[in-house]
């Protein structure tokens, strides 16, 4: 009594447009929002040059990279629909003036954060980007900035490119061991000083 082949193809098949189905479902629970576009792996979303004047309120909670660069947003919250769990978030030329303190408390995974062009960002607040512990890449150019409060970048250790370039800044006071580690890898800061 011989044994019988059966064929695996067909059952592999099988398994792979299941598991592809139930993909493509806990995509649809996670919405794109309707003016936005959404790319999977890793899961972007695209909200740039759409005229938005505050971040969108529903945006997927497993973003990776959030793009809200040319738009119009004037104001980043301390509660918004921003997930913790977002690594690049880009909202460059905008015209952002405050951003409120705690805006990024628990953005561990942030790895680069571009608030560069928005003209009317003057001030920073002491501690904006504690608990940034991932931050490697910063951007701040071209944001009208006249000063930096101490320590404002106390606590970003992985912190590797810094831009700081065109803006009002007449003094930068970094600590030794800041200095030390950012001489390496900081962009040289191109600022207009006023007489």
């Known amino acids: 009594m011989g044994t ?16 592809l189905l139930l993909w493509l479902r806990a995509l649809e629970s996670q919405a794109c929002p309707e003016e936005c576009s959404c790319y999977l792996s890793p899961l972007t979303v695209n909200c740039q040059s759409r005229g938005f004047e505050s971040i969108p309120a529903e945006l997927p909670s497993e973003s990776k990279r959030v793009l809200l660069q040319n738009n119009r947003i004037t104001a980043v919250p301390r509660r918004s629909s921003l997930h913790t769990s977002v690594s690049v978030l880009l909202l460059f030329s905008n015209n952002i003036s405050v951003i ?6 628990g953005f561990t995974h942030l790895e680069e954060l571009d608030l560069g ?12 980007f504690r608990g940034l ?6 951007h701040l150019y071209r944001c009208g900035l006249r000063e930096l409060p101490d320590g404002v970048f106390a606590g970003l250790r992985q912190l590797q490119h810094l831009y700081l370039q065109q803006n009002q800044l007449v003094y ?9 580690r950012m001489e390496k890898h900081s962009n040289q800061n191109r600022n207009q000083k006023e007489a």
């Open 172 to 180: 930068l006071q970094v600590s030794t061991h800041e200095q030390h």
């Open 117 to 128: 062009n928005n003209r009317h960002l003057h001030w920073l607040v002491a501690d904006m």
């Open 4 to 19: 019988r082949d059966e064929p695996t193809e067909p059952r592999a098949s099988h398994c792979f447009w299941l598991l």
């Open 100 to 105: 409120q303190a705690g805006a990024f408390s």
């Open 133 to 138: 512990e991932n931050l490697h890449t910063l």
